[in-house]
């Protein structure tokens, strides 16, 4: 017999065979997985004297959301340290000044705040245009010289501090011999001296990473509520890509993920370097020199090759592990995606990953990073960024400026070769085009006899890709994950003082459909305005407008319908994941993780999918309490949403 039966409502099951055999009235789940689907005759011969029934109250059920690239661990730390100042939050400078200084305030009056640092995440010229350029001097003279403080940039890969905090870290801003560890960039002025800016997560936690650590049970509080948020929004599958293993911090995350109650699942990609494999080498794992997580920087940082950008950001677990070991670390050797990634540390003090922990809690695959962001002109372009006041704010490098490419083509080739003998998949970050070009030549090199792509290798981002990329893509099934919600902020001031009329082709995403490409779309939080919001993604996707201007439309012909966005969030990211047999639609022997919905997406115009609320969601068949159940007879309860959710 049933445990529980839904009735009363749309059902989208994002099934093409249950779609065509007619409307879906009803679904049984017991045990936790969907036992039953079909008319209400036929699913209620499974309803029992214990089963629950549930009237959806003429709302809409479907598969719940799965996130496929969000950095959801250190999203979660941002909640206990940083002081947010993005521009959803605050609308000109005299406001972010005041809030800064509010909070220094705090810091110096605070009786155990004498080794407190003040931290700041969001600042975003692109946004807020009487942002002025920072520097050490600046803030030191316009905030204060005696607290440590460091502000991040919205997209994280960008960064200034005042002079204490390098001091604090060991660094003398005058000592022209600075360099910052491989992979990120502490920039200088016309005589060496640095400037106070940092480029990407090995340079930013060069410094950053000195900064106290929040409490374990901030740690704690932290991951459980963006756990809850992510719910609410009708997320019950997200990701972290840039995962790296701490002791400390997979302790807390475990202790969240055993618990029944956690309303989402949650799958690791672990960031590595990719390296030239040795070819005196008989196999095991890459030295500490060729193949180092995206660990934090050691506190003096050492002279190094030119930099190299990486991706999204890493600043809460990064910080983590340098306040750790205060030392890189060695990763541990990757074994067969089939096994569980547990091998024994090849260092005393190396942490042990995660794993495949449980149902709710495992590791899908590897994280390379090609190129940069285009919000700070690193990311790889065929044509320069343009030069602008703006993109001098934000630090651009010098024009003309192409971008940077962060590995070798044999590099990512070698480390592709055998990941993917190991079974192992592959999320590859690629903004630019010759990022998008290089990846994608390393992925023809070691398909070519397997076009299948059995691994189902993944390229993340894709912001210029070309029409002929997606096409080669399509040819040997590389699947594709576009970053399309920066139009949502950014479409403007991408053509005005960034990339001119290339943002016209920003994700080309019906280009990915024509390929009959597995694709998806994601947010990329925290590096990103605001929380996760599926359906603002969605909009996005297929109206390709800016949230304060629908009638100016950026590539018209690269619109997506409806139809493609929800199958991006639900079977085409478990495919991405490799979880589409248990979970990604309302099919008999899946997973019940659904979501209710207030309406129907299909039913819905494009321009308001954002007034869409979810009702609750359930993971397992377990609720996660986000809406309310009225009882109205024996083992008859109707499903409405929360008033006061919100509120909250």
Known sequence: MADTILYGGDIITMDDKLNRAGKVEAIAIAGGIIVEVGSMKRVFRRKGPNTEVIFLNQQTLMPGFIEPHQHALQTSQMRCLYTNISALNFSCYAEIRQKMLDTLDSIKKDPAGADKWALFFGWDPELIADLPPLTAKFLDDEFAADVPIA???????????????????????????????????????????LTGQMFEEPAIMGVMGNAPMPTGEMILAGIVDQMRYYASVGITTVTDLAYMPNEDF?????????????????????????????????????SAKKARTARAAPTKPKPTLEGKVSCCTNLGTAQMAQKKKQKQAQPPRQV?????????????????????????????????????????????????????PLTQNLGFPPAPGYGTLNFTSEEFVDSMKRLTKEGTQVAVHAHGERACEQVLRAYETILADDPTNRCRHRMEHLGLMTVDQIARAGKINVALSFFV????????????????????????????????????????????????????????????????????????????TIDEVLKSYTINAAWQLHVDNQLGSITVGKQADLV??????????????????????FLSGRRSNIGKMSTVGPGLNVMKRDAAYDKA
């Not at 990329?524 to 629908?550: C, E, L, S, V, Y």
């Open 151 to 193: 502000v991040v940039g919205q997209s994280g890969h960008v960064a200034w501090a005042n002079t204490l905090a390098f001091q604090e870290s060991g660094i003398d801003v005058n000592d022209t011999t600075v360099e910052a560890e491989k992979g990120g960039v502490f920039v200088k002025d016309e005589v060496g001296h």
């Open 596 to 617: 209710v919905l207030t309406e129907n997406p299909y039913h819905v115009d494009p321009f308001k999918l954002e007034d869409i609320k979810v009702v609750e969601t």
């Open 485 to 560: 919600d920066h139009l949502r902020f950014y479409a403007k001031v991408y053509k005005t003082d960034i990339f001119g009329d290339r943002v016209n082709r920003w994700t080309p995403i019906s280009e990915a459909s024509k390929n009959g490409i597995t694709w998806t779309i994601h947010q990329d939080h925290p590096t990103f305005p605001g929380d996760a919001n599926p359906f603002a993604n969605m909009k996005t996707a297929i109206t390709r407008t800016q949230r304060d201007d629908p009638t100016t439309v950026y590539g018209p012909e690269y619109c997506a």
């Open 336 to 388: 067969a995606r089939s096994q569980a990634r547990s091998a024994a540390p090849e260092e005393d003090d190396e942490p042990i990953p995660i794993g495949n922990y449980n149902s709710k809690l495992w590791e899908v695959g590897i994280k390379f990073v090609a190129d940069g962001s285009p919000h700070c002109g690193t990311c790889a372009v065929r044509e320069p960024f343009m030069n602008t």
């Open 250 to 286: 997979d302790n807390a995350l475990k202790s969240v993920f055993d618990k029944e109650d956690t309303p989402v699942r949650l799958g690791l990609y672990r960031m590595e370097h990719p390296h030239k494999e040795d070819p005196s080498a008989s196999g095991g794992p890459p």
